[in-house]
């Protein structure tokens, strides 16, 4: 069978992308030369951004293997990519190493790309007043990459409308949070706020009802009737829910985990209480 001859990508001007055979041109690469500019990796977080036309792409590198997948995606946008000036390098999986923090999962996949817009508390709660369901997810303190990456990608599944995160203490919304995220950054609303309590009163005064995740909670969330608009606030791995986060939601709840062992990883636990809120809500879309 014969093999399609592959083309190397261009950046749309008639030149040739090209290749960057020099390992040391990677090691030196900076990402000053653009905006505010963050990085991303993995086959899922790089298309995922690619398809979103929300989303500013900068400069895709990426090996043969995955050349076919990067033409498909450059056809679905032709036009936004075109004007924006996208790059395209098609380099060695040891060059794009070269360029990445050590140890990260590329999968032989990497992008420069520009933040995606915030969305306002304020702007999202006066949209979310014309759904008969809301569900949105407020996140106090926490701040490993790999976990908020994964609640992320988790409430994106589970059809969450937003997640709220602390602005001061949350990492930067790329490299090994998108990873983790594989792909959710680019599906989900995420609104950076200042006061964990106060954007809880706000969600309660537009009819929200919130809901603390607590080991300390003496209702299980299974026997709990979930109201159409919920917050779920979520505390940080082995410190939980702040006292004034606690005392600020409307009722506390718990998982059903055994008393010897009833601690759980962030992202499970938020994975077991996304699913019980959706089960409850099989309208939910």
């Not at 060695?92 to 817009?117: C, D, M, R, T, Y």
């Not at 809880?200 to 009819?207: D, F, M, T, Y």
Request: positive net charge.
């Amino acid at each position: 069978m014969n093999k399609s001859k592959k083309v190397k990508p261009t950046n749309f001007s008639g030149k040739s992308a090209g290749r960057i055979n020099s390992k040391n041109e990677y090691k030196n690469f900076k990402l000053t030369s653009y905006p505010d500019p963050l990085l991303l990796w993995g086959r899922h977080a790089v298309t995922a951004a690619l398809e979103n036309p929300l989303r500013r792409i900068y400069e895709v590198f990426f090996t043969e293997s995955n050349q076919d997948k990067i033409h498909d995606l450059i056809k679905q946008r032709p036009f936004e990519l075109e004007n924006s000036n996208t790059k395209f390098h098609v380099v060695s999986s040891k060059e794009l190493a070269a360029f990445l923090p050590e140890n990260s999962v590329h999968q032989g996949i990497a992008a420069i790309v520009k933040p995606l817009e915030l969305v306002k508390l304020d702007y999202l709660i006066s949209e979310m007043r014309k759904n008969k369901t809301s569900f949105v997810v407020v996140l106090d303190q926490v701040t490993d990459p790999h976990n908020l990456g994964a609640v992320i990608r988790s409430a994106a599944a589970f059809s969450a409308d937003a997640i709220f995160v602390h602005d001061r203490s949350t990492p930067r919304l790329d490299g090994v949070l998108g990873k983790a995220a594989s792909g959710a950054l680019e599906k989900i609303s995420i609104v950076r706020i200042k006061n964990i309590a106060r954007a809880i009163e706000k969600l309660k005064k537009n009819e929200f009802w919130c809901l603390g995740l607590s080991d300390s909670a003496v209702n299980e969330l299974s026997n709990m009737q979930v109201p159409t608009k919920t917050a779920l606030v979520l505390g940080a791995e082995g410190m939980g829910l702040r006292r004034l986060t606690k005392d600020t939601c409307d009722e506390l709840a718990r998982l059903p985990t055994s008393s010897n062992f009833p601690t759980l990883n962030i992202s499970n636990a938020a994975s077991i209480s996304f699913y019980e809120i959706r089960r409850q809500w099989p309208f939910l879309e």
